[in-house]
């Protein structure tokens, strides 16, 4: 049924793109808008219509052609880019990448801030209600405006840190063919974009319609094709393939012993010796493939009665791609008499296990308990998640002129989005004991599902291709979401201004409703705790939805207008309340209300003074009401109980715990045979709980901005912004860190820790008491969403434009900076309010994920000649430093088997980074420009800080590819044909 009703979706999207058809880089001040045929317009912040009126928030402004410039490809790769915008999940991002893409404004979360398309809200990606960017139709898109700061009153909730509003061409008229490509200087990487569009104006004016349709394709780049990421370095050892635990050949913890690892004659049991490296089978840049249909029409059906309309569709497929699947640390047993045995091995496991050796023989039938088992399954390959995304939304409406300058604009529309991942190359669990059972090489004891005997004990490649076929599964999990609109809105002006006034005063006033739903439905196996080796925690089935009903209003008043020192004076006010009702047994409910107060002051000519203040409102999504509680990974460098270097075995960095220590160790589940063995988490990733909590409740934001506009009159062409912000979130819906749940227990131990819930929440892998494992057996760190926590920053953003004629060529001067002052997390009341402005830890990222740098900005500079444009971008990225309190990580040369051996490094501390973009655009004729670009033109190398400095998805590959470029130089060309 869901097949047969995307097919008549899409269908109905061509048939309607069918049917129809029978520029400043940078700029920010809030004039910026959109601009309809009749001169209304329309301001990103603002739901009045008013050609003479201006919203007080600031607004940033990419046009078109700074898209060009990049040779952009999504709108991720735009927005990552920009001053005051933390990089979020996109391309760059390998393990943790879900199949979409995401803007975080402020370093606030990707379900703090709202993604529109011409002001409206599209359908959800997630149960977060994020939507993805990739779906964005670039070849289309106008500008894109980025409002920071609460919006909630104008746009409901999700706007908590701002808005990204695209901005489509409306009145496109005639045909354009975009053909782009790119490709690093080292060969690989290859992406290719192309677009037609496709416009055209109806009766004399009375409408237009546009139809564009668009291809792309991106190859991967693997981290082992470049030197600095061929092999994982430790960030707390500088050793290189310092990866994981779970290697070939086999190791294994055994009762009071260190890690033990198959010799490499493989004759024996030794201590661990060689960690898996698993960098060349990650990438930099995921394979990505699109295919997408835009098409809106808007027609004039009488005088003052407009109607219009817009249809999407886009099919994106994502790969992921990492390291093989394997055994993670599973509690197992082996029969004395299993072929792949051989003596010493066999002798010293029986040994461990405390069996006599009588029973130990090659004969016997004894069943040999190991506690946990690590190999590295090489032999099946790496694993992959493809998630395939097929995004329909809809949207039809109504204009009507009610006066000369009031309109009232009622629309509804309608959006799904259905992804469905599968993943290959897993190893599942419950066949691992079956396949060990045996006592030939041929032949297992339990013959069921084709089995296949296992040889634990060889070196890669030993598992034969039979074992590997009965031991590799492939799961599927399908995702939903829907949404639902309705809006209402009156809007223009009264038609009378006050007195010392010459604009009459502004308003807005409707109403709206939204329907949200979100479903999931995972298979058997990935239901199912650590079946899939190497997939993380189970992913259970989660369905759930909401409604929205919302009332609003806003109005600008001028106050004074052309008197001395009084140019211009305008107040803003808004207000919206919210009624939300969530699909659960309890029937919960949550009411709100957002507010906002503002105005400008331009005292003389070229000289405007602006304030803003918000109190945004955000409910709870579907995800933090109705996900399951699961346990996952999370991650962590160092474990207090540990006495062993994980990242350099068999290194002891103590003896055991003692004392307090030792007490609260055992008490969190560590076994007393291993106390004196415990090692830091496999790979920097313990073990972490949690899930959605259907009692919380509505987070609250206040926020504002004061800010000056410089237009002066004796530098023309020369235009300065300055804006400070202060964003504040409380009873924050968040989830205590790794370091916060480490700390609560840890921090100041004495005889009641032993038995505090700050200790004993933490459960610890009963085999080995490290914080790693299977995810059936070791719940790891207590990680429950809460309202307890607080977010906040502050900071201050500089725009600066200036164009001139040189009389030889045009000159335009833009930049776009920001000064981040502050970014603070605290969990919890009596949590660590921690910094995180210009630093970086795996702490650093339940919000923001990558590294916030204090001080970036962007600065191009272009000289347009008659038939060619020059222009360089150049990108700054402040010193960044490793997050002080929590430990140090390595400084010194590195060591091992890697390119960038001898190397000497300072983990803790990023030094200020700048890039280099160049494009030259050459205008071949009335219907033809090429552009060409050359990015990172000094071929500049990442920053090394190791590969769990960070939080995964982010610190991959040694470095952090979505703040830094690791892919190195690389060329694009872009055609444009008009007609």
Request: overall charge neutral; hydrophobic content about 35%; glycine content about 10%.
């Amino acid at each position: 049924m869901q097949l047969a009703l995307r097919r008549r979706l899409l269908a109905s999207t061509v048939l309607i793109g069918a049917s129809m058809l029978s520029t400043a880089a940078f700029a920010q001040d809030a004039q910026t808008a959109e601009t309809e045929k009749d001169d209304t317009i329309v301001v990103t912040g603002s739901l009045i219509a008013n050609p003479n009126l201006e919203a007080s928030s600031p607004v940033t402004s990419i046009g078109s052609e700074e898209a060009l410039f990049r040779n952009t490809n999504t709108a991720e790769q735009l927005l990552r880019q920009l001053p005051g915008v933390t990089p979020s999940i996109g391309s760059a991002v390998n393990n943790g990448n879900g199949g979409a893409a995401f803007v975080n404004l402020r370093g606030l979360g990707t379900n703090r801030n709202l993604v529109l398309l011409d002001g409206d809200r599209v359908t959800p990606a997630n149960q977060g209600g994020a939507v993805d960017l990739n779906i964005i139709p670039v070849a289309l898109i106008e500008s894109t405006q980025i409002l920071t700061g609460g919006a909630s009153t104008t746009y409901g909730a999700d706007a908590v840190s701002g808005v990204v509003n695209f901005i489509t061409k409306r009145d496109f008229t005639g045909v354009e063919l975009n053909l782009s490509n790119q490709i690093t200087e080292r060969g690989d990487g290859n992406y290719l974009r192309a677009d037609l569009t496709m416009g055209a104006s109806l009766d004399d004016g009375r409408g237009n319609v546009v139809f564009s349709i668009g291809y792309q394709e991106a190859d991967p780049v693997y981290q082992g094709a470049r030197g600095f990421s061929r092999f994982g370095i430790s960030s707390t050892s500088g050793r290189a393939a310092g990866g994981s635990p779970t290697s070939v050949p086999s190791s294994f913890a055994l009762t009071g012993l260190p890690q033990q690892q198959v010799s490499p004659d493989g004759a024996s049991l030794v201590p661990a010796y060689q960690d898996f490296n698993f960098n060349p089978f990650n990438i930099f840049q995921t394979p990505f493939q699109r295919f997408n249909v835009f098409t809106q029409g808007n027609y004039e059906i009488a005088d003052g009665v407009e109607v219009y309309g817009r249809a999407l569709y886009s099919k994106n497929t994502v790969q992921t791609i990492i390291a093989p699947s394997g055994i993670f640390g599973e509690a197992l047993s082996i029969p004395a008499n299993n072929p792949f045995l051989t003596t010493g091995i066999r002798n010293q496991l029986c040994s461990a296990a405390g069996i006599a050796a009588s029973a130990c023989t090659p004969t016997s039938t004894t069943a040999i308990p190991i506690p946990a088992v690590y190999r590295r399954t090489v032999e099946l390959g790496p694993r992959i998640s493809t998630f395939v995304t097929q995004v329909f939304d809809y949207r039809a409406g109504v204009r009507v002129d009610v006066t000369d300058t009031i309109k009232a604009d009622v629309s509804a529309s309608y959006g799904q989005s259905e992804n469905d991942q599968t993943q290959s190359g897993y190893v599942l669990r419950s066949r691992v004991q079956q396949a060990l059972n045996a006592n030939n090489v041929n032949t297992c004891t339990n013959t069921a599902n084709g089995c296949t005997p296992l040889n634990l004990f060889g070196p890669a490649g030993s598992i034969s291709p039979g074992a590997a076929a009965f031991l590799s599964g492939e799961s599927q999990i399908s995702f939903t979401t829907a949404l639902a609109q309705v809006r209402g809105v009156v809007s223009g002006d009264f038609g009378v201004a006050l007195p010392s006034a010459n604009d009459a005063i502004g308003f807005a006033v409707g109403a709206e409703y939204r329907n949200y739903r979100a479903s999931r439905v995972p298979d058997f196996l990935a239901q199912q705790p650590g079946e899939l080796g190497g997939a993380g925690g189970a992913v259970l089935p989660l369905r759930g939805g909401y409604d929205v009903y919302e009332a609003f209003g806003e109005v600008i008043a001028p106050l004074v207008q052309d008197k001395p020192f009084f140019q211009d004076l305008t107040l803003e006010a808004g207000i919206r309340y919210s009624s939300y009702t969530v699909d659960a047994p309890s029937n919960p409910s949550f009411k709100a209300t957002t507010w906002k107060a503002g105005g400008s002051w331009t005292p003389v000519e070229g000289l405007k003074l602006r304030g803003n203040y918000q109190r945004a409102v955000r409910a709870p999504n579907i995800g933090e009401l109705f996900a399951p509680v699961v346990t996952g990974l999370t991650n962590l460098v160092t474990d207090p109980c540990a006495s062993l270097d994980v990242s350099n075995p068999p290194i002891r960095r103590s003896t055991g715990p003692t004392g307090i220590l030792r007490d609260v160790c055992l008490a969190q589940g560590a076994p007393l045979a291993g106390i004196n063995n415990i090692q830091d988490p496999a790979a920097g990733q313990a073990n972490g709980t949690g899930g959605g909590n259907p009692n919380i409740q509505p987070e609250k934001s206040d926020s504002y901005t004061i800010g000056v506009v410089l237009q002066p009159q004796a530098i023309p062409g020369l235009s300065v912004t300055v804006d400070y912000y202060n964003i504040v979130v409380n009873s924050a819906i968040t989830a205590a860190t790794p370091g916060d749940v480490i700390g609560a227990c840890f921090n100041n131990l004495t005889a009641a820790s032993v038995t505090s819930a700050a200790c004993t929440s933490i459960r610890r892998n009963p085999v080995n008491g490290r914080l790693s494992g299977s995810t059936a057996t070791t719940l790891g760190l207590p990680q429950p969403l809460t309202n307890l926590g607080r977010l906040s920053t502050n900071g201050i953003d500089l725009s600066v434009n200036y164009n001139t004629d040189l009389d030889f060529a045009k000159l335009s001067l833009s930049f776009n900076g920001n000064w981040t002052r502050s970014i603070k997390f605290r969990a919890s009341p009596t949590g660590l309010n921690r910094e995180c402005a210009g630093f970086y830890s795996t702490n650093c990222s339940p919000t923001s994920g990558s590294p916030q740098p204090e001080f970036s900005w962007n600065q191009r500079t272009t000289l347009s000649f008659d038939m060619v444009d020059v222009s360089l971008l150049w990108r700054h990225i402040s010193a960044i430093q490793y997050e002080p309190g929590i430990g140090t990580l390595f400084n010194g040369a590195i060591t091992g088997n890697t390119t960038v051996a001898g190397q000497r490094v300072n983990f803790n501390r990023i030094p200020a980074y700048n890039y280099f973009d160049l494009s030259v655009r050459f205008d071949l004729g009335d219907n033809l420009d090429v552009t060409l670009t050359a990015l990172n033109m000094f071929d500049k190398q990442p920053p090394i800080v190791g590969s769990n400095a960070g939080a995964t998805a982010y610190n991959s590959g040694n470095t952090f590819p979505s703040t830094y470029d690791a892919l190195g130089r690389t060329f694009a060309a872009t055609a444009r044909v008009k007609f």
